[in-house]
């Protein structure tokens, strides 16, 4: 069983470490059958995304800067016409194919994307079943926000999970 504090932080870690088991949390006793809400309630709405003609060289210097793990591609309309993950990349650098390549030569497609009002059991359903971390979100097929794992999570703790009880 997962225990808290063990991040392999070292002696000299500062964090007080707890040593105590965690206890399971039953998320189907707090979710009911659908979660309420649409893709806008989930979405981050500051998105990066890239231009076509993004040179694979850009792409991996700002991936590392903002620390990314993948982007929309859009076009000069702001529809989105696919999307590079950190793992189109990593297949670009290790193919040595990089060199004079864009985003559009490397970007997967078609891209999946959602309307701003598809409901967020659907969304969920969409991520599980395409195995995907990245969700585009559209409105009037124009890219308005992306939801990703961090957004599931902050969903889940402010608006699904009961609040945990306050120390006296």
């Known amino acids: 069983m997962p225990r808290a504090g063990v991040h392999g932080g070292g002696a000299d870690c500062s964090a007080r470490c707890v040593d105590a088991p965690l206890t399971p949390l039953r998320l189907d006793h707090y979710m009911p059958q659908t979660m309420k809400g649409h893709a806008r309630n989930l979405m981050t709405e500051r998105v990066i995304a890239l231009e076509q003609?993004?040179?694979?060289?850009?792409?991996?210097?700002?991936f590392a800067q903002q620390n990314l793990s993948g982007a929309p591609v859009i076009d000069e309309g702001h529809h989105i016409v696919g999307f590079v993950s950190e793992t189109d990349l990593l297949g670009a650098l290790l193919r040595e194919e990089y060199e004079g390549m864009t985003a559009a030569d490397v970007m997967s497609t078609p891209p999946i994307c959602v309307d701003e009002f598809m409901p967020t059991d659907e969304v969920m359903t969409l991520?599980?079943?395409?195995?995907?971390?990245?969700?585009?979100?559209?409105?009037?097929?124009?890219?308005?926000?992306?939801?990703?794992?961090?957004?599931?999570?902050?969903y889940l703790v402010e608006r699904v999970l009961p609040v945990p009880p306050t120390s006296a």
Request: glycine fraction near 8%.
């Open 53 to 62: 003609g993004t040179p694979v060289t850009d792409m991996l210097q700002l």
């Open 127 to 154: 991520l599980r079943e395409n195995r995907i971390h990245h969700l585009p979100v559209v409105r009037e097929g124009r890219l308005v926000g992306i939801i990703t794992p961090e957004d599931i999570l902050r």
